[in-house]
C-alpha cells in the first residue's frame, strides 16, 4: 500500500482556500458575516491535541502507516491554527523560538510522508514541534490547560 492510497478521501476546511470578500464595518452585512462565523468557530481541541502528541512520540507501538497519513494531516491543521491563534494577539509580540516552531512545523508539514520508518520519522518531528509550540503559546500567553481531560484552554490573568 502506498501513501498515497492510504490518504484521507475528503481534504480538511483548512486546506481549502477560499478568498475573503470585503465588507464595510458598521452594516447590516458585515455584523451578520461576524455572527455566522462565531457560530462555525470550534476552539482547539487541545485534549485530543495532547492526545494523538502522546500516542505518537510515547506509545511504543508506532500507528500503522494508514494511520500515519491521517495523523500527519491532523497534525499539519493543528499547527496551522495554533499558529494562527499564536499570531493573531498583538498584545503578545512572538518570540523568535515561537517565529522558528511555526516555520519549521510549516516546513515539516508540508514535506510527504512516506512508508515506514521515513513517515514515522517526520509524524514524530511534527509532533514534536507541535508540542514545543504549544508549550511556547501556553508560557507566553499566559494559558493554562486543564489536565484532567477536559479540552479546554483558559487564559489566566496576566498583564501584557
Request: charged residues 25%; proline residues 8%.
Amino acid at each position: 500500500m502506498t501513501v498515497a492510497e492510504a490518504a484521507p478521501l475528503a481534504t480538511h476546511p483548512l486546506s481549502l482556500h477560499s478568498p475573503e470578500r470585503h465588507v464595510p464595518p458598521g452594516t447590516q452585512e458585515f455584523y451578520e458575516d461576524v455572527l455566522s462565523r462565531l457560530r462555525a468557530w470550534k476552539p482547539l481541541p487541545v485534549g485530543e491535541i495532547t492526545a494523538t502528541l502522546d500516542r505518537v512520540l510515547e506509545s511504543p507501538d508506532p500507528p500503522s502507516d494508514r494511520e500515519l497519513v491521517y495523523i500527519h494531516w491532523q497534525l499539519r491543521s493543528w499547527h496551522k491554527r495554533l499558529s494562527t491563534i499564536v499570531l493573531a494577539d498583538r498584545r503578545f509580540h512572538p518570540t523568535a523560538e515561537t517565529c522558528w516552531l511555526i516555520e519549521n512545523g510549516k516546513a515539516i508539514g508540508d514535506l510527504r510522508i512516506g512508508d515506514g520508518t521515513w513517515g514515522l520519522g517526520t509524524v514524530r518531528r511534527l509532533a514534536s514541534t507541535l508540542l514545543g509550540l504549544l508549550d511556547e503559546a501556553a508560557r507566553t500567553h499566559g494559558l493554562r490547560v486543564d489536565d484532567n481531560g477536559d479540552e479546554e484552554v483558559s487564559r489566566t490573568r496576566r498583564s501584557p
